[in-house]
């Protein structure tokens, strides 16, 4: 079976200081990649996603970046954080192939605070 | 306008009540349907997936498609306290490519 992990759990972070937000999915290849934030009591936002290793689309200018610099492994980073950048971070993976590829599956979030 | 609606309650009901959720679009491209459950601190995890319209029942919870009107339904029958959660609607269709449209999520409460 499938399983997808994110680490950090939970994350503290000043103003200024950069970030590095890991997600690795286990059992299944070449898998599409997804990182989303959720701001508190609102809806998901697609940040970014990649169908491949060093495939990157960008939704929404902003302060983070993401790398996908193996199959199974999507990072989210940032040089400097800002307050705005506080929320609760999602990795989800989908299938590029087979029955129901549309199915994003999501891993259990690191929440972020800026101070 | 946003492309899918759905109210973000709460919605407090007593255990055992039926748990009525739906959502609205606006694409007629969409095709796939999916409800997923969030608790609080924790990643959406997928419930129920549709393709087109139509009813799809697993368990307590049913989830209905009604194209022609772009509403969308799920329905959990015999509520229980750990329903209590936030519910997510999402849909894509053909030309989404891979990328799902999410509701802001319905917060449900089921008292004992």
């Known amino acids: 079976s499938q399983t997808i992990h994110q680490w950090p759990a939970t994350l503290v972070q000043p103003v200024g200081s950069p970030l590095s937000l890991e997600c690795t999915v286990e059992?299944?290849?070449?898998?599409?990649l997804y990182w989303y934030r959720q701001a508190a009591g609102r809806g998901l936002q697609l940040l970014f996603y990649?169908?491949?290793?060093?495939?990157i689309s960008s939704e929404v200018p902003q302060n983070l970046s993401a790398s996908r610099p193996q199959d199974r492994q999507f990072i989210l980073s940032s040089k400097k954080l800002l307050l705005s950048d506080s929320g609760f971070y999602l990795c989800?993976?989908?299938?590029?192939?087979?029955?129901?590829?549309?199915?994003?599956?999501f891993g259990p979030g690191t929440r972020l605070t800026v101070l | 306008q946003k492309e899918v609606e759905q109210d973000p309650g709460p919605l407090s009901v007593p255990e055992g009540a039926i748990v009525s959720l739906n959502c609205t679009y606006s694409?007629?491209?969409?095709?796939?349907f999916m409800w997923y459950r969030q608790y609080s601190r924790k990643g959406p995890e997928l419930l129920m997936y549709?393709?087109?319209?139509g009813n799809k029942e697993d368990g307590r919870f049913t989830a209905q498609v009604d194209k022609s009107s772009k509403y969308i339904s799920l329905f959990i029958r015999d509520s229980q306290p750990s329903d209590s959660a936030t519910y997510l609607c999402?849909?894509?269709?053909?030309?989404?490519?891979?990328?799902?449209?999410f509701g802001a999520g319905t917060q449900v409460v089921v008292t004992p």
């Open positions: 989800a993976w989908s299938r590029t192939s087979g029955d129901n590829t549309d199915t994003q599956y």
């Open positions: 059992g299944t290849s070449n898998p599409n």
């Open positions: 990649s169908v491949g290793i060093g495939q």
């Open positions: 694409n007629s491209a969409f095709q796939y």
């Open positions: 549709t393709y087109s319209s």
């Open positions: 999402a849909m894509s269709g053909a030309d989404s490519w891979g990328k799902l449209q």
